[in-house]
C-alpha cells in the first residue's frame, strides 16, 4: 500500500502568535490603525519569549497585515495598499466632483448594508450613541448645520453596530475620503433652505428603523439618503466643479 501520510510538524510558537493576532483583526477587535502592544507587553501577554513575538511581527508585516513606523511602534494596516490610495485621495482633496460622485455609490452600496445588518446586530448602547449623535446635529442644526465630524461618526457607528469587520475594515480603508465627501456634500446642503431639516430626518429615520430592528426599513432609509447625496453629486458634476 501506498503511503500518503505526512509527518505532523508543531507549529512554531511565533506562528502561533501570527495565528492569533490574524484572529483579532479578522473578528474586528484589531483594526485599521490600531496599535500592536510592544514587544515586551505582548511576550508578556502571551508568556513567550521576545524573539518569538519579533519574529511573528516580521511575518505580518510580509504578509501586509501590519507596518511597523519608525520610533512609533507596530500598527494594523488597511486593506488598501497606501499607493492605490494615495493618487484618489489627492483627488478628493481637490474636490473632484466625478471621485465624490464615485465615493458615495461606494457608500451606497456599504452603507445600505451595514445598516441592514445593525438592525440585526446593534446593542442598545450603540443604538443610544446614535441617537446622542442625532441629538447633537439638532442642537447644531439651529445655528445652521452639523460639523462633518458628527455626520462621519453616525455612519461609522452604524458600521461598528453591523459588527462585521469586513464591513469596518473596508469603511477604515477609504476613511479619509469618506469624511471629504460628507464634509463638500453638507456645505452644498446648508446652502439650500429646507435641506438641513430634511437630512436631519433622514438621520432620524435610519436610527429609528434599526431601533426597530426592521432591517429592510434601515436599508432603504439609509439608500434614501445617500440617493439625495448622489443627486447633488450628480449636480455638482454637471456644473462641472464645487
Not at 163 to 174: K, S
Amino acid at each position: 500500500m501506498t503511503t500518503v501520510f505526512k509527518p505532523i510538524r508543531p507549529k512554531k510558537i511565533s506562528e502561533e502568535i501570527v495565528g492569533q493576532i490574524k484572529e483579532l483583526i479578522a473578528k474586528g477587535e484589531l483594526t485599521p490603525g490600531d496599535r500592536i502592544p510592544s514587544e515586551r507587553d505582548l511576550a508578556a501577554a502571551l508568556g513567550v519569549s521576545r524573539p518569538s513575538v519579533r519574529e511573528a511581527l516580521m511575518a505580518l508585516e510580509m504578509m501586509g497585515f501590519v507596518e511597523a513606523r519608525h520610533g512609533g511602534g507596530t500598527f494594523v494596516r488597511s486593506l488598501a495598499d497606501n499607493t492605490m490610495a494615495d493618487p484618489l485621495a489627492a483627488l478628493v482633496k481637490e474636490k473632484s466632483p466625478r471621485v465624490l460622485h464615485a465615493l458615495v455609490e461606494v457608500r451606497m452600496g456599504l452603507e445600505s448594508w451595514s445598516a441592514y445588518l445593525a438592525a440585526k446586530n446593534a446593542t442598545e448602547q450603540e443604538i443610544a450613541t446614535l441617537r446622542d449623535l442625532c441629538r447633537a446635529m439638532e442642537e447644531q442644526a439651529a445655528d445652521g448645520g452639523w460639523d462633518a465630524d458628527i455626520d462621519a461618526r453616525f455612519h461609522v457607528t452604524i458600521t461598528e453596530a453591523s459588527h462585521n469587520a469586513l464591513q469596518m475594515h473596508m469603511l477604515n480603508t477609504i476613511y479619509s475620503l469618506f469624511l471629504t465627501s460628507i464634509n463638500v456634500a453638507l456645505t452644498e446642503f446648508y446652502r439650500k433652505e429646507g435641506y438641513t431639516e430634511l437630512l436631519l430626518d433622514q438621520h432620524k429615520a435610519i436610527v429609528d428603523a434599526i431601533a426597530e430592528r426592521d432591517p429592510q426599513g434601515s436599508r432603504d432609509a439609509m439608500m434614501a439618503h445617500l440617493q439625495l447625496v448622489e443627486a447633488k453629486m450628480v449636480e455638482l458634476l454637471k456644473q462641472g466643479g464645487v
